[in-house]
């Protein structure tokens, strides 16, 4: 088991060799008479192995692994280190090619996680005597507020299909496989499938949407390109985990989606400042005739009322959230908030300071970034690497216009990866917090009083 249950052909293929009672019967009669002869017992294991294929070969139809050139031990308890340790020791003085298959059962030695092992996962803060998980927060979650909103949608369009790479769950998929498990598709741990599934279908006249974390779409990334942006077919891409994720690593940070989606020809690429912005995004992204990608953040949303109705959003537009003259901070989804916090404290300082929700990074709002070169001073904030980001788009569009130079900051994340940690503490370390950027501003761009003397 993965993430979720594995699915597949090849999972069927190893389930049917497991099941086969002839073959378990062979293998049980086997181990219980070399565990009884002394000595050289553990020098039988090997000799015990090639007897176990030979018997395999005439019991398991299609010897799968050995046709593509690999020694096929197994299946073994993973459970049992000793045995896997011996098994190890013999195995590697093979001379080609060898595959263990190994039987592990997920969460095993704690009761709740073999109950729920898909819950256990990534399991948040739980009570360990009983499992139960601590209740989560105030409002829900990203993932849950897309989840809703596209059983919403489905309901009332057939043609919407959900895909996923085995992560229903974390996707906030699974009503959706609940009330609509005909339109609901996981291709296992496979995003390159995932892709180029959608993009069938969306041949077919079917509109599905791909939910998937920002860092394992990285894997289709040749698909998205060649089999959905080139032939402009309607796939939505619903990216999960967008920006910083807390403490699952440097490998889960979704910081390079706006890099190696902006630069795709057909594509549109959104963020969202908030989980209303959301529901309208995916409202537009299905309504729209090419590929879309909208990009969320992990975690509990900021409590907006989903109460009130769609907001239609045009395309390639953003909006202003504030006025002001002196300077125009621009800032990506879920860092719009943080930027509004910026924008007190320079005030504080003398700044009048306009903010940019450009809700469109790709293609960018022309009209609104002009507004913003007219102050003469642009910030971009972003929780992405600043390479190819969308501070990148601005810079390449104002070296492309006409016009009086504009001075240029970006707030982002710089060339490197990020280590794990909670997502507080990486935005502090990597200047993303309203206070970092409000003296970055006065650092940059020389205005007004000094800003630790303007907030004493």
Not at 168 to 180: C, P, Q, Y
Request: proline share 6%; glycine share 10%; aromatic share 8%.
């Amino acid at each position: 088991m993965s993430i979720s249950r594995n699915v597949g052909a090849i999972a069927r293929y190893l389930n049917r060799v497991i099941a086969s009672p002839l073959y378990n019967r062979f293998s049980r009669a086997l181990d219980r008479l070399v565990l009884r002869i002394p000595t050289v017992g553990l020098r039988l294991v090997r000799w015990r192995e090639r007897v176990l294929e030979t018997i395999k070969g005439l019991l398991v139809p299609g010897l799968f692994f050995e046709e593509m050139g690999f020694r096929y031990f197994g299946p073994v308890d993973g459970h049992d280190l000793p045995m896997l340790l011996r098994l190890f020791g013999e195995i590697k003085k093979e001379r080609k090619p060898v595959l263990l298959h190994v039987l592990t059962r997920k969460g095993k030695g704690y009761a709740p996680a073999e109950t729920a092992p898909e819950t256990f996962h990534s399991a948040g803060k739980f009570e360990p005597r009983t499992g139960r998980s601590e209740p989560g927060g105030q409002h829900p979650t990203y993932s849950e507020v897309f989840g809703r909103t596209l059983c919403e949608l489905a309901a009332r369009d057939t043609r919407i299909v959900a895909i996923t790479a085995a992560m229903a769950r974390g996707t906030g998929l699974d009503e959706f496989r609940r009330r609509f498990p005909r339109r609901f598709h996981d291709v296992g741990i496979a995003e390159e499938h995932a892709a180029i599934f959608a993009g069938g279908l969306a041949i077919a006249g079917m509109r599905p949407v791909v939910a998937v974390y920002s860092t394992f779409l990285q894997r289709a990334y040749d698909q998205v390109l060649h089999d959905v942006c080139l032939q402009r077919l309607p796939v939505v891409f619903a990216i999960d985990r967008a920006g910083l994720v807390g403490q699952d690593g440097p490998t889960h940070h979704g910081v390079f989606d706006i890099s190696y989606l902006g630069m795709m020809p057909n594509m549109t690429l959104l963020a969202p400042k908030d989980e209303r912005e959301l529901r309208d995004m995916l409202h537009f992204a299905l309504g729209f005739d090419g590929p879309v990608a909208v990009r969320y953040p992990r975690g509990e949303a900021t409590g907006v009322s989903l109460d009130a109705p769609v907001e239609a959003i045009e395309y390639g537009r953003g909006v202003v959230e504030k006025p002001g003259d002196d300077l125009a901070i621009v800032a990506v989804g879920t860092t719009v908030s943080v930027a509004l916090k910026a924008a007190e404290l320079l005030e504080k300082a003398g700044w009048s300071v306009m903010v940019i929700n450009p809700r469109f990074l790709k293609p960018l709002d022309e009209e609104l970034l002009s507004r913003a070169a007219s102050t003469g001073r642009i910030v971009t904030v972003e929780e992405h690497v600043l390479r190819g980001g969308f501070g990148s788009a601005v810079l390449e569009w104002l070296n492309d216009r006409a016009g009086q130079p504009v001075s240029c900051l970006r707030v982002g994340i710089p060339d490197e990866f990020v280590e794990h940690g909670p997502r507080d503490v990486l935005r502090e370390r990597l200047g993303l917090t309203p206070r970092a950027i409000a003296e970055r501003v006065q650092a940059s761009f020389s205005h007004g009083t000094i800003l630790d003397r303007a907030l004493e």
